[in-house]
């Protein structure tokens, strides 16, 4: 038997990809993860998984038991898959490691959005119209007249304190939001204020070895987010050779090694966003085409090219289940095209079936619990309590300015876990209302309310609520009822609109259950 490789981080997209390009060549996968991900763990090529400690919570915990694992399996290769293992892998680097991919020095580089935005820029390249702040003096002196804005931490990951932080791209509807959101972002690292660009999105693949382009290829977005994010469905494009030309000149002077993307908007003009040196989640679209840019971890014949249109199994039944007419349409469209083999999955592969299974199993459990929500309460009591938090977990009550507002900053506080908190009417951008700003000798800062919609994207996430309010609607959009809990055993109601002494006993209780809670 081959040397195992180890694989850190999973995905249901690149992680996935990649399980099954070595394990359909004899090569023994290991995973190492911190968050359950069904689809990549349930293919039939993962030998062995490892669950450690969240980075979240202690990156040094984490380390260490990574280095264990790494002492008893001895890998031959190991592959960091996302920029929280990418970031968290720095500490990796020594003799005995086979870390592939990371050319640490350009990784670190290329992974600040605006060095990276700078060198797509000095190539004599179109890029949005951009602005680096720092601090509270360089958002004073900046000067907009634009309707949107789109607030871009120059890192999608950062240790601060032993805990690593991610980061998101955020958007603002006004200068007081986007200052607010500015003025929290800045205390993790210095932001991108970027003007919102519209168009069709793009990726230039490239593997590179030594400053030289061994492989190229060009991913179009066919169906995109209105609000950014992954694409559900894309297909390969002919390679444009100014844009090869272009993309060997920024190889060339970096001297990189490694797979990597950069990504475009094609509207009225092309503009360059930003650059992602690892394993991108549409890769399949690319293997399929031929273009195998896996081929940088073990060498392999490539294939002939050829056009691919590329789907993602879980997005595109969402989007079915949702019974919008066109989207139903196009769906079961889709559905003969990929019988008669005009189409592929990312998920799907015959000889590999559990992680289409998987996507089954997690989309169908999502629609019944939809539909339970709809007609059937479980009862408060049924739920299970919050007793150990997590980072990722979401704190929920009905405007986000009052009761989840103030348990996380209170939590952050008290126990050092950076959770979140959104509300299930509320509106983007709102503080925390002014009688509660300060309770005691405790003063909230930077709380910018957040619709929990936008939580929806990972359906391992735990949601911890307040009153029954809360969890009719999660039931409702799809929540499984084991992914709610209890904030306290009874229910703590919303304090809106009640009098201040109601109000300060709802405050006191929710000091009570946090002090009583343990990590």
């Not at 240790?159 to 603002?172: C, G, L, P, Y």
Request: glycine fraction near 6%; hydrophobic fraction near 40%; include cysteine.
């Amino acid at each position: 038997m081959s040397e195992p490789v180890l694989i850190l981080g999973i995905n249901d997209r690149a992680a996935l990809a990649l399980v099954r390009y070595l394990g359909r060549r004899g090569i023994p996968v290991h995973i190492i993860h911190y968050r359950n991900e069904r689809i990549t763990l349930s293919s039939k090529y993962v030998t062995k998984s490892y669950k450690v400690s969240s980075p979240a919570l202690s990156v040094s915990k984490c380390l260490n038991e990574v280095y264990r694992i790494i002492e008893s399996v001895s890998p031959y290769k190991i592959i960091p898959i996302n920029d929280v293992w990418c970031t968290l892998s720095s500490f990796l680097k020594k003799p005995h490691i086979n870390l592939v991919q990371l050319d640490l020095e350009n990784y670190f580089l290329l992974s600040n959005k605006w060095k990276s935005l700078k060198y797509l820029e000095n190539l004599g390249l179109e890029v949005p119209d951009s602005h680096y702040i720092e601090s509270e003096s360089d958002l004073k002196s900046l000067r907009l007249n634009l309707s949107k804005y789109i607030i871009k931490p120059i890192y999608s990951a950062r240790i601060i304190n032993d805990r690593i932080i991610q980061t998101k791209v955020r958007s603002a509807n006004s200068k007081q939001q986007l200052d607010s959101i500015v003025r929290e972002c800045i205390k993790i690292c210095p932001v991108i204020i970027q003007k919102r660009v519209s168009g069709k999105g793009f990726g230039i693949n490239i593997l590179a070895r030594s400053g030289q382009i061994d492989m190229f290829g060009i991913t179009e977005r066919l169906i995109e987010p209105k609000t950014g994010g992954a694409s559900s469905y894309r297909t390969n494009r002919n390679s444009f050779q100014d844009l090869r030309i272009i993309t060997q000149k920024l190889v060339e002077n970096l001297q990189v090694s490694g797979i990597f993307m950069i990504e475009l908007k094609v509207g009225e003009s092309a503009y360059y966003m930003e650059i992602n040196f690892r394993p991108w989640g549409s890769i399949n679209t690319q293997l399929n085409s031929g273009n195998n840019f896996f081929s940088f971890y073990y060498p392999d014949v490539f294939n002939k090219q050829k056009k691919v249109f590329q789907a993602n199994l879980r997005m595109e039944l969402e989007r079915i289940l949702r019974f919008d007419r066109l989207d139903f349409k196009r769906g079961l469209i889709r559905v003969v095209r990929i019988i008669l083999g005009k189409e592929k999955y990312d998920e799907v592969a015959f000889d590999d079936y559990m992680p289409a299974f998987s996507v089954f199993k997690v989309v169908l459990n999502k629609t019944l619990s939809k539909i339970a929500g709809r007609f059937m309460w479980l009862g408060w009591s049924d739920l299970q309590i919050l007793e150990i938090p997590e980072e990722d977990m979401i704190f929920v009550c009905n405007g986000n300015i009052n009761r989840s507002a103030f348990a996380v900053n209170y939590l952050r506080h008290r126990l050092g876990i950076d959770v979140k908190s959104a509300g299930i009417i509320a509106l983007e951008g709102r503080a925390i209302g002014k009688e509660y700003k300060r309770f005691g000798n405790y003063l909230v800062e930077n709380h910018l309310s957040s619709h929990v919609d936008k939580y929806f994207d990972d359906y391992a996430r735990k949601y911890v609520v307040f009153d029954e309010r809360q969890v009719m609607y999660l039931l409702r959009k799809g929540v499984e009822s084991k992914r709610i809990l209890r904030f306290s055993h009874n229910e703590i109601k919303d304090p809106y609109g009640l009098s201040k002494e109601e109000g300060d006993r709802i405050f006191e209780s929710i000091i009570t259950v946090i002090d009583e809670l343990r990590v």
